[in-house]
Structures are given as structure tokens and as C-alpha cells.
């Protein structure tokens, strides 16, 4: 600090008011009182350092006549840098304060009179350092006896209100960093709370899928006995193939409970077999083809992705209809998407709205859990009769996963 008028000792004495949030780390992330990191003490060492110096420098070439006259040519020097470190080690304890009866909380006025209390005390104080350094230590008087220093003097005379001053922007410098402090607690928090909102919700979508896988197979296993039991009395033979054609399904199952996904290939080869029990169910009367795009093969899809879709053409397009009935699979790529269809030959759609069994409702909730607005199902009539069952959802394969897991490592700091 500069020297300050004081029993007619002239200088200037607004320097403290440049005290500011500098002294504010911007990497602390911290709740509550937090203790002031080591960039921060440099950085309160530094700025009362170049207050130093510029306090120094006008004490050194201020040309007007002084009263009081330095002991020595260093005097000016020395006095602004002692009383400038004497701030700087205050300095700590200020924000401490700051921190410790902040404003931004509750019944705010008792802090603020709190701390207005302890900077007067603060600044009479400091003041009469000051005072006792100027007048006993670094300068004499040329014209007149010393003045009395002191506490008391400082208090009645108002001496103290240009340091008093200097601890209010001292104090603000700290309530601004007891804000960013907590603001930036806050946003942690809440990006933290983000987080595990985040991870909260992918475990409940897993278990709702779950919860719908676990209704597929008993509804699939439930329809696939039944088609059995009708044959147990007209095809005993026939039937012995389908128990063995479902214990290869539900081994297949088994194996591969608890994934999402599959690709398309092994998806195909479970309708496959699926597809082989319903025609010895229907006695020579289901033809079914298989239309598949050789570059989908390898395409992720969702486990048991299709057999709804077969079963929903079975029961109310082939079942419904006395002809041979025709089942056609088809697997497309178009773009960044892939198209898997499921046509039949039966009566069709008619004016009614089309019903969905258990098995295409999970469907539909199982593609929007696991992609959201990317995927579409519908039904819709055929050309020449029956229905069209189409899902589309995005491309991708075992290899973009792993691609894109790579990446992210990469790009993770």
C-alpha cells in the first residue's frame, strides 16, 4: 500500500481497491469451505507485489514537498513493500472469512455486520502498523514533533478508512471466490447427478427389456407347444420332429439370454427352425422364401427380432386362409438402414385396424428402448393380398461397435 495521508502526510491511498476475483483459482472444484490451492497464494503474492511496486515507485518519485523526510533513500521502498505483504498475509484470513459467513446463504444481515465489524477492528489496526512504521521506523519530521500513533487515534480521527477500505475489496475479491467456488460445486454436482441419472435410465431400459424378452418366451414357447399338441393324435411322427426341432429353439435360447442383440445370420437360422416345426404343424400347406441381401448378413438386429413377426403371419394371414400359404422373408440395406420384411398370402388387413399379439407389442417396445426414434414397425396390406410386416432401424455391425469403442478411448482425455 502507498503511503497514505495521515496527519498531513501526503500520498495516495486507493490502491487496495484493485484487489479483485484475480486471486481466484479457476480450477478448484469444491463444496463448502474450501482452503485457498497454491496458484491462489501465488497469485495473492503477486498482485500485493505489484502493488508494491507501483506504491514503491510513487513514493520514489512524487515531487512534492514532504513534511515528514525518509531516514534513508530505501525507506520509501521497504514501507510499501512490508505494509504490502502485511496485506497479503491478511489476505487469507479475509476470504476465509468470506467463505465461512457467506452472503449468498440465509439471515445474511448478522454476517454482514459481522464482517463490516471485523474489518473496522481489522483496519484500525493495520492502520496503526502503518502509522508506526511511517512515523517511528522510515521518516522524521523536519517542522514539527512526531504524532501520537496508535489504536485509539486511528479510531477517533477515522485515520483507519482508507485501509478499511482496502479490506472491503479485499472481502469482495473473497465472496466472489466463494461464489465461483460453489457455483462450480454446483454444476459438478449436477453433472454428476446427470450421470448416474443417465446410468439409472439405461438400467431401467435393460430391465424393461428384460421384462419383455421374458414375456416372449413363455408367449413363444406357449404357441409353439400348442401347434404340437394339435398334431400328438393325426402325426405322432410329426410330432416327434417338432419336440426335437423346439428343444434345438429353446437351446438356442439359452444360450443366448441376456444379449440384445444378434446378427441377422443367427437370427435367420432360429426362423429357420422356427419355420420348420409350423410346417409339419401345417401338413404341406405353408411354402415359405427367403429373400436376403448378402451385405445384411452381418447386420446386428434385436434377438428374436423376427419370429413375432413369422407368428403374426402364421395366425392371422396363413392360419385364415384354405389355400397353400406363402411366408416371404426378405432382409434389404438401404443407406445407413436396414429393412426386414415378413409378407403373407392371407386375407389381409380389410377395414378393420390390424391386431397385434403380445408378441408384436413387445416388439415395438423393445425397438424404441433400444432405438429410440430410429426404428419404425408397421403393417400394411400387400399387393395381390395379405400383409406386409416391415421393420427398419439403423445399420450397423459388430465391427462399428468396436470401432466406435476404440474411438472413444481415443478421444477420452
Known amino acids: 500500500m502507498s503511503v497514505t495521508q495521515h496527519a498531513g502526510f501526503a500520498g495516495t491511498s486507493n490502491e487496495g481497491q484493485r484487489a479483485d476475483a484475480r486471486t481466484s483459482d479457476p480450477g478448484v472444484y469444491a463444496t463448502g469451505r474450501t482452503p485457498l490451492s497454491r496458484t491462489e497464494l501465488l497469485l495473492i503474492v503477486a498482485f500485493w507485489t505489484f502493488m508494491a511496486v507501483l506504491s514503491a515507485a510513487n513514493g520514489l518519485l512524487d515531487p512534492r514537498d514532504r513534511i515528514f523526510q525518509?531516514?534513508?533513500?530505501?525507506?520509501?521502498?521497504?514501507?510499501?513493500?512490508?505494509?504490502?505483504?502485511l496485506w497479503a498475509l491478511l489476505t487469507p484470513g479475509i476470504f476465509m472469512l468470506s467463505d465461512r459467513f457467506s452472503m449468498l446463504r440465509s439471515n445474511w444481515l448478522p454476517r454482514l455486520a459481522l464482517l463490516l465489524g471485523a474489518g473496522v477492528v481489522l483496519a484500525i489496526m493495520v492502520d496503526s502498523v502503518h502509522a508506526w512504521l511511517r512515523f517511528s521506523v522510515f521518516y522524521t519530521s523536519t517542522v514539527r514533533p512526531t504524532p501520537p500513533v496508535g489504536p485509539w487515534v486511528s479510531a477517533r480521527r477515522f485515520f483507519f478508512l482508507n485501509d478499511f477500505v482496502v479490506y472491503l475489496a479485499v472481502l469482495a475479491a473473497g465472496v466472489a471466490r466463494a461464489y465461483s467456488v460453489r457455483y462450480r460445486a454446483r454444476q459438478e454436482d449436477a453433472t454428476q447427478l446427470r450421470a448416474q441419472a443417465a446410468q439409472l435410465q439405461m438400467q431401467l431400459a435393460e430391465a424393461r427389456l428384460a421384462a419383455l424378452r421374458s414375456q416372449l418366451d413363455p408367449h413363444f414357447l406357449f404357441n409353439t407347444l400348442h401347434a404340437v399338441s394339435s398334431l400328438v393324435e393325426r402325426d405322432p411322427r410329426g410330432v416327434r420332429?417338432?419336440?426335437?426341432?423346439?428343444?434345438?429353439l429353446l437351446r438356442h435360447r439359452l444360450e443366448s439370454d441376456g444379449e440384445q442383440e444378434t446378427t441377422l445370420e443367427e437370427e435367420l437360422d432360429f426362423v429357420a427352425r422356427y419355420l420348420e416345426i409350423m410346417q409339419i404343424r401345417f401338413q404341406g400347406r405353408l411354402d415359405v422364401v427367403t429373400e436376403v441381401d448378402p451385405e445384411t448378413r452381418s447386420a446386428l438386429v434385436p434377438n428374436l427380432i423376427l419370429q413375432p413377426l413369422v407368428e403374426n403371419a402364421l395366425k392371422h394371414g396363413v392360419g385364415r386362409t384354405e389355400a397353400v400359404g406363402h411366408i416371404t422373408i426378405r432382409t434389404r440395406r438401404e443407406g445407413d438402414r436396414i429393412v426386414l420384411s415378413v409378407q403373407d398370402n392371407g386375407p389381409g388387413l380389410g377395414d378393420a385396424a390390424p391386431t397385434e399379439g403380445v408378441g408384436l407389442r413387445n416388439s415395438r417396445g423393445r425397438l424404441a428402448h433400444l432405438y429410440g426414434e430410429e426404428q419404425s414397425l408397421e403393417l400394411r396390406p400387400a399387393a395381390g393380398g395379405g400383409v406386409i410386416a416391415e421393420v427398419s432401424l439403423p445399420y450397423h455391425t459388430g465391427a462399428d461397435l468396436r470401432i466406435a469403442g476404440v474411438s472413444e478411448l481415443v478421444d477420452a482425455p
Open 70 to 85: 525518509p531516514v534513508s533513500a530505501s525507506s520509501p521502498v521497504l514501507q510499501a513493500f512490508i505494509e504490502s505483504y
Open 241 to 248: 420332429r417338432m419336440i426335437a426341432r423346439l428343444s434345438e
